[in-house]
Structures are given as C-alpha cells and as structure tokens.
C-alpha cells in the first residue's frame, strides 16, 4: 500500500518533470529559430527600401547582363553599342519611343525585352539610352 502510494507520487512528478521538459525545449527552439525570423524581415525591409530609394539597374547594367550578347558584335543584325551608323536609321525612322516599343515587344531576332524578363520598361529604356549614347 505505501509502495503504491509512492509509485503513484514519482509516476505523477515524473509526468510534470516530462511535460516541464518539453515545454522548455519548445522555448529554446522558438529562441533559436528567432534570429532567423529576424534575419528574414530585415532581408524583406532591406529590399522594400532599395525600392523605395528608387534601386532600378542602371542602363549599363542592363546592357552588360542582357543585351551585350547580340548588341556587342551585332549578332543577327542587331545595331552595335554607340554605334552612330546602325542606329541613327533606326532613331530617324521612329525615335526613341519607337525603338523602346520595338525592344519591350520585340521585332524580328530581337527577343522581347532582349531577353531580361525582369526589367522594368525604363531599365529596358535606361539601356537603350546607353547604347545610344553619344551617337
Ligand atoms: C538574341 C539577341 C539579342 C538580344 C539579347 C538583345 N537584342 Fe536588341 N536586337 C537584336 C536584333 C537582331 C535587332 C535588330 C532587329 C531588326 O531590326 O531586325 C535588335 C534591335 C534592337 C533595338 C532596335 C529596335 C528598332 O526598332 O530598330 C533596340 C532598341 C534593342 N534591340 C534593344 C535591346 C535591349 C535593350 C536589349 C537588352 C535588354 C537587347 N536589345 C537584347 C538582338 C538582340
């Protein structure tokens, strides 16, 4: 009977002792997996604010990450980086507004927006401008 008692007295600590355990296990990973939350949110903020601070790629950026590739050489007639001869045709035709609606629609072997699906219509204009530029 005091045998019984007593098992049933350690049975029940034992239980709380577990449950106590556990509880302060799920603290120390909600503890650890913190500064991982925090770490995402100020990612998050970081980027909403280049945004904001109006963080678009330069012309030249553009240029060099998805238009050099044909623009450079002139591969498959495409006009040349400030090259006055295969541009100015294009400018005199239809300006700078027509070359622009040309390059985010596409026209002929020139793909739609030269490829860079995640430019803005002025990152694709900025980079217009710089292969234009001083021609
Ligand atoms: C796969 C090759 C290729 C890539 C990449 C490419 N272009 Fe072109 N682009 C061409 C070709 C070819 C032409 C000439 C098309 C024609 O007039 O027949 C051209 C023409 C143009 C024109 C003149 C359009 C007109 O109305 O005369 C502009 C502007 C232009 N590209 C901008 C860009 C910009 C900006 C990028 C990068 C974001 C880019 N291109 C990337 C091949 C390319």
Redesign the pocket.
């Given at each position: 009977m005091k045998l019984k008692t007593w098992l049933t007295v350690a049975a029940t600590a034992l239980t709380v002792f577990a449950a106590q355990a556990q509880e302060m296990s799920n603290d120390e990973i909600a503890e650890r997996i913190k500064p991982l939350g925090q770490v995402h949110v100020a990612g998050a903020a970081a980027q909403g604010s280049a945004a904001a601070a109006g963080g678009a790629k330069s012309g030249e950026d553009?240029?060099n990450s998805?238009?050099v590739?044909?623009?450079a050489a002139g591969?498959?007639?495409?006009?040349k980086l400030q090259n006055a001869a295969d541009w100015q045709p294009?400018l005199d035709d239809?300006g700078l507004d027509?070359?622009?609606q040309?390059?985010l629609n596409g026209?002929?072997?020139?793909?739609p927006?030269?490829?860079?699906g995640n430019?803005s219509d002025d990152e694709?204009k900025a980079?217009?401008e710089y292969?234009i530029e001083g021609i």
């Open positions: 553009v240029y998805a238009c590739a044909c623009h591969v498959l007639g495409a006009p294009r239809r027509g070359v622009w040309n390059a026209i002929n072997a020139m793909p927006r030269g490829t860079c430019c694709i980079a217009i292969m």
